[in-house]
């Protein structure tokens, strides 16, 4: 089993540039995450999905989009990129929801620079 | 408004000894509460769940102990080795099950 994988890995982008970053787990999770990691700010929520074709917003979705056309894939977008969106992206995928589960899998994380 | 809070500074030990970790919250009542470990450029790696009506957590050199009255965690490393140094995360369920993470504490074990 693969876990929770991350494309790419790493990312500049220039202000207004948009892009997608996919992630995908192989343990048949129901539940996945997207969050942000800001210096000295923890892991923040952006969206995340309960199952295949449902989204829903977390802490700070601003300028994010996401999309679960398949239960295994949970693709994040920016549509318009913007320097506060620097940061690196985590991925994480749970069987159920947190609280019957005991425990989130996360990704190895996209670093993401805008210009 | 809800807060989790860990110690923002750096926790240097030396090899051996144990060391402990705090987290403490406001504004919540949790179920449960989770502690992770992240390495520089990875992704946190779940290390323990207690859960509301549990005092104290085991696995291995690891112990979580929970207070719900003072609303806090801690943490223990016990005869702790430079491998363990990292920094390691504590999480909250919020409503929905959506968890909610601490800013983090680096660990330094120093040989």
């Known amino acids: 089993n693969a876990g929770v994988t991350q494309t790419p890995k790493f990312r500049v982008l220039k202000t207004g540039q948009s892009m997608t970053l996919l992630c995908a787990q192989d343990?048949?999770?129901?539940?996945m995450y997207w969050y942000r990691q800001d210096p000295g700010m923890g892991l923040r929520l952006i969206h995340y999905?309960?199952?295949?074709?449902?989204?829903a917003k977390g802490e700070v979705p601003d300028g994010y989009n996401v999309s679960r056309l398949k239960k295994q894939n949970f693709l994040l977008g920016l549509e318009s990129a913007a320097p506060s969106q620097t940061s690196v992206y985590f991925c994480?995928?749970?069987?159920?929801?947190?609280?019957?589960?005991?425990?989130?899998?996360f990704g190895p994380g996209t670093r993401l620079t805008v210009l | 408004s809800q807060k989790i809070e860990q110690n923002s500074e750096a926790l240097n030990i030396q090899e051996g000894k144990t060391a402990t970790l705090t987290c403490n919250y406001t504004?919540?009542?949790?179920?449960?509460l989770q502690w992770y470990r992240q390495d520089p450029g990875r992704g946190p790696v779940f290390l323990l769940l207690?859960?509301?009506?549990?005092k104290e957590k085991r696995k291995e050199r690891l112990k979580v102990t929970f207070d719900t009255t003072l609303k806090q965690s801690l943490f223990h490393i016990t005869a702790s080795q430079p491998a363990d140094s990292a920094t390691y995360l504590c999480?909250?369920?919020?409503?929905?099950?959506?968890?909610?993470f601490g800013q983090g504490t680096e660990l330094s074990v120093k040989p």
């Open positions: 994480a995928s749970s069987p159920v929801d947190a609280v019957s589960t005991d425990t989130q899998y």
């Open positions: 343990m048949n999770h129901e539940y």
């Open positions: 999905s309960v199952g295949e074709g449902t989204t």
């Open positions: 504004n919540y009542s949790p179920a449960y």
């Open positions: 207690i859960r509301e009506n549990e």
């Open positions: 999480a909250l369920v919020h409503q929905g099950g959506k968890l909610i």
